[in-house]
């Protein structure tokens, strides 16, 4: 389903993009839990989480970000805007960014009805949808999830919101997930630069990430290596301790 990016006899695994919807995001009402535990399970099924993004209930803004993201992107998961209020406007919103209508979903709509209690009550806002798009599966109860070509709008809450994705992580897929290698050197950041350098010039598949501490003991700098392929790994990792050595630092 998704197109893989090809390097050498290696396939990458999708990219996605995360956008989180909702103007309590924006204003720290709320934490950002959604795309905390999207990351997680992202990286748990092996796709790279390369962009995410946090929008106001604003139909133009999201647009205008889903337009960047679905064409720079395998996948874009947005969270947020599917409920029956007037600041839930996700579905205008994509249908808006696919040069769509938002139309209703008869069949939905009646299974809605039919349903009674709060879901009958709301049938009208939850049963409208881009139109082109197909319905998820979804929590019980909940905003009804939908996706059109690679953008998959999911609700907000976040229960509904991990019901809907556990349901929709078959199609995603299971790709190889990233090695890392990790190691703690007590000496400030600037002491190991020059050898972190080296390794992301001589490893382009390997992600170098370095993140400062300062302890009761002093400075220290965790570094962290990032493949695909163990054997990659194994040998970036080597050679960044020999550089680091060198500079006469050690763990």
């Known amino acids: 389903m998704f197109h893989k990016e090809v390097?050498?006899?290696?396939?990458?695994?999708?990219?996605?993009?995360?956008?989180?919807?909702?103007?309590?995001?924006?204003?720290?009402?709320?934490?950002?839990?959604?795309?905390?535990?999207?990351?997680s399970e992202l990286d748990r099924l092996g796709l790279r989480l390369v962009t995410i993004g946090v929008l106001p209930d604003d139909i133009e803004r999201i647009a205008d970000f889903l337009n960047w993201v679905r064409f720079r992107h395998d996948v874009v998961l947005c969270t947020g805007g599917l409920g029956p209020t007037p600041d839930d406007v996700t579905r205008d919103a994509v249908a808006h960014a696919f040069g769509v209508a938002c139309v209703t979903d008869v069949e939905l709509h009646a299974k809605l009805v039919a349903a009674g209690g709060h879901m009958a009550r709301f049938a009208q806002p939850w049963s409208r949808r881009p139109e082109g798009s197909r319905s998820l599966r979804g929590a019980d109860g909940g905003a009804p999830p939908?996706?059109?070509?690679?953008?998959y709008a999911l609700a907000g809450d976040p229960a509904?919101?991990?019901?809907?994705?556990?349901?929709?992580?078959?199609?995603?897929?299971?790709?190889?997930?990233?090695?890392?290698?990790?190691?703690?050197?007590?000496?400030?950041?600037?002491?190991?630069?020059?050898a972190l350098d080296e390794i992301a010039v001589a490893w382009a598949a390997i992600t170098v990430c370095s993140y400062p501490q300062h302890t009761d003991d002093g400075p220290a700098v965790e570094v962290v290596l990032r493949a695909l392929t163990p054997s990659d790994l194994e040998r970036a990792a080597a050679e960044l301790e020999s550089s680091i050595a060198r500079l006469g630092v050690s763990t």
């Open 146 to 151: 939908f996706a059109i070509a690679n953008v």
């Open 7 to 39: 390097t050498g006899s290696e396939s990458l695994p999708p990219t996605v993009a995360v956008v989180n919807i909702g103007n309590e995001l924006l204003a720290g009402e709320i934490r950002n839990t959604n795309g905390r535990w999207l990351g």
């Open 160 to 194: 509904e919101m991990r019901a809907a994705f556990e349901a929709l992580s078959d199609e995603l897929g299971r790709w190889p997930q990233a090695r890392i290698w990790r190691r703690t050197y007590g000496v400030a950041e600037d002491r190991i630069t020059s």
